[in-house]
């Protein structure tokens, strides 16, 4: 009886350890790595976290993709913001910012986006630069606040037609990812998710490997791809991905962003195109490339630019192309300002 007295005392005794370890890190990580943004109130008590760099019009405004947050746009950011505004958040759910109180879908992330630029001051003209998810709700943004908005860039965008409902193959890999997300949960309350994290980013890995396998070959494919893609990151941003992917909330907004996906392709598959204003559909040269009609779908003034050497993330790729297809963009929209604010272009 005793023996078992002590294992129940050593286990209360460990976890208690381990939710004090992942509450005392989470206020540090706050403190070290949330310094250089701002957080913006959009109302019923939630706060979206953004970085501002650069200055002039037009401002670039970064979405990213479904799981990602600002950070996913650092290199581009940095270099954009040398010859205009830049702007790149948190959505609600992930990383900086409140917990998300609707679904993820593109008209109410875009609600919530217009919100924070119109309450930050962060204001129009507005070159959208969206990633795959986020460039479905930069499409939203766009169809719903036109006159706001001088041009886009679809960096690899979302397709609907290959997810569900209208992919049906695409929801068992739906499904994997909830039941990830309901083993990552509880072990981000206790801690465990900040050690592996932080094994991965910031020492050997030993750990996450291990925490990996014994979680099954789908685990350790998704941390073999999360390598792959966060160690194109600029290195200096890993302990912050790492700070990201240690808080509960992170999988709790992770979920919500999944179990909106059959909304979201409902949503945007029968979204009107976007009139007048042009668009950039970067599409990776692994991929097959959108058809015309596919194009047309999008917008009236649509261009597609393949990236050779990139897969889905081609702003970790080929940065320099995805600058340089901003840079083009922010050019084309100078002209038409030029005549009533010479000043407002601050191109180099």
């Known amino acids: 009886m005793s023996t078992a007295l002590g294992v129940v005392l050593a286990l209360t005794a460990a976890i208690a350890a381990g939710f004090l370890y992942q509450l005392l890190g989470s206020r540090r990580d706050l403190q070290l790595y949330a310094r250089p943004g701002r957080w913006i109130s959009i109302g019923g008590g939630s706060r979206l976290f953004v970085l501002e760099a650069g200055s002039g019009e037009p401002t670039v405004v970064f979405e990213s993709g479904i799981g990602a947050t600002n950070l996913n746009w650092r290199r581009i950011q940095d270099s954009v913001a040398q010859f205009t505004g830049t702007a790149s958040y948190d959505r609600s759910g992930l990383g900086w910012s409140s917990p998300c109180r609707t679904a993820r879908t593109p008209s109410n992330i875009a609600a919530e986006l217009h919100e924070m630029l119109g309450r930050g001051g962060i204001k129009p003209p507005y070159v959208l630069v969206g990633h795959s998810f986020g460039g479905l709700v930069m499409r939203r943004y766009a169809l719903e606040y036109p006159e706001e908005v001088a041009g886009l860039v679809l960096v690899d965008p979302m397709r609907c037609e290959e997810w569900p409902p209208l992919d049906p193959a695409k929801q068992s890999e739906l499904e994997r990812g909830r039941k990830l997300i309901q083993i990552a949960s509880p072990i981000a309350r206790c801690g465990l998710a900040r050690l592996a994290v932080t094994s991965l980013f910031c020492r050997s890995g030993a750990l996450s490997g291990q925490l990996a396998g014994a979680a099954g070959d789908g685990a350790r494919h998704v941390l073999d791809r999360v390598k792959t893609e966060v160690g194109k990151m600029p290195r200096e941003v890993w302990p912050v991905v790492a700070a990201h992917w240690s808080r509960p909330a992170f999988y709790a907004g ?85 005549a009533t604010d010479p000043l407002s272009c601050a191109l180099d």
């Open 254 to 338: 992770m979920r919500k962003h999944i179990e909106s996906i059959p909304d979201t392709v409902r949503e945007m598959h029968t979204a009107e195109p976007i009139q007048e204003i042009p668009v950039l559909v970067l599409t990776p040269a692994k991929a097959k490339p959108l058809s015309e009609e596919c194009l047309r779908r999008i917008g009236n003034r649509v261009e597609q630019v393949i990236a050779p050497a990139s897969a889905h993330w081609i702003h970790l790729d080929e940065p320099e192309l995805v600058i340089d297809s901003i840079r083009a963009m922010v050019k084309s929209a100078c002209p038409a300002r030029m």
